[in-house]
């Protein structure tokens, strides 16, 4: 077992994660047939049969399952001792990978990098970039940008600001149809919606001190927020955004708001997951401190 690298433990374990060898030879940017081989030379040293592999995919042999465990229990105790040892170098370097949706990768993580990148010149940032909620684990994920702290008891959330949600158009929208003075004048307009999150196609109203919970109908539909935005943008219609995106842009003249005084924003906080045994790390808690701060001073109030 000494002939083992903790590179092949980390590799042996990303296979189990991801489920196929050329899903990790993407990720490490190598060929599949670098992968099959340390994954034959493990196979070899440990003297088991770790995996089966068939046309449907690879699964774990017995032994395979045990030597996993091992794997992710030494894995853990390497980022406690990585931790110790960079707390007392107190530098933060290396790689996070960071999941986010797509609108807040593109209009809050993009454009607080360069002032991250200033702070810690010696950090890099992967963005992992989808509305889908990823497997931390499984994707090799350090730090999700999630509005839930619902989580894994290996998960550890902090909250790091708040997203509300508000209408907006482009002023060229504006001039062309208008804009409505009352929820129900919506009716009139072309709106866009989530095909995917269609929660979030009811959208909340005060209206004479009440609440209404409006149910949009979209012209146009996208499954992607980052989209939406874009859509929006592009003068096709209504859209509601988070206000960490819309606000900006309204400063910026690109965008106005819709029914702002009758339009429950309804903020939820934001949370920066990542796990437990990771916390100690200085690039986990500088990139998150930086992020708190960052989204901190952009944020709505949450009551």
């Not at 189990?16 to 340390?38: F, K």
């Not at 920066?272 to 960052?294: E, H, M, S, Y």
Request: glycine share 6%; hydrophobic share 45%; proline share 5%.
């Amino acid at each position: 077992m000494d002939a083992l690298a903790f590179d092949d433990l980390k590799l042996f374990a990303r296979v189990a994660a991801l489920g196929t060898l050329s899903a990790v030879a993407r990720e490490r940017d190598v060929p599949v047939s670098q992968i099959s081989r340390a994954l034959a030379r493990i196979e070899k040293t440990c003297g088991a049969r770790l995996i089966h592999r068939s046309t449907h995919g690879l699964a774990l042999t017995a032994e395979g399952t045990t030597f996993l465990d091992y794997c992710r229990r030494i894995g853990s105790t390497l980022e406690e001792l990585e931790g110790e040892f960079a707390t007392k170098a107190r530098e933060a370097s290396g790689v996070v990978r960071v999941a986010a949706s797509t609108v807040i990768a593109q209009y809050q993580l993009l454009p607080s990098l360069v002032a991250l990148s200033e702070r810690h010149p010696k950090l890099q940032v992967e963005l992992e970039v989808s509305d889908r909620l990823v497997d931390m684990a499984r994707d090799g994920i350090d730090i999700a940008i999630r509005t839930t702290s619902t989580l894994p008891e290996t998960m550890v959330a902090r909250r790091i600001g708040s997203l509300g949600r508000a209408l907006y158009a482009a002023p060229a929208y504006a001039r062309r149809a208008g804009l409505p003075d009352h929820p129900d004048q919506l009716r009139e307009h072309r709106l866009i919606t989530n095909s995917a999150a269609t929660q979030l196609n009811l959208w909340p109203f005060r209206v004479d001190g009440a609440a209404l919970n409006w149910p949009a109908e979209g012209w146009w539909r996208t499954n992607d927020t980052g989209l939406a935005a874009n859509m929006v943008l592009q003068g096709l219609g209504i859209g509601r955004l988070a206000t960490l995106v819309g606000d900006p842009l309204v400063d910026e003249g690109r965008l106005v708001p819709v029914l702002p005084e009758r339009v429950d924003v309804q903020p939820v906080a934001i949370y920066a997951v990542f796990a437990g045994t990771r916390q100690r790390l200085p690039k986990i808690r500088a990139c998150i401190d930086f992020w708190a701060d960052w989204f901190g001073r952009r944020a709505a109030p949450v009551d």
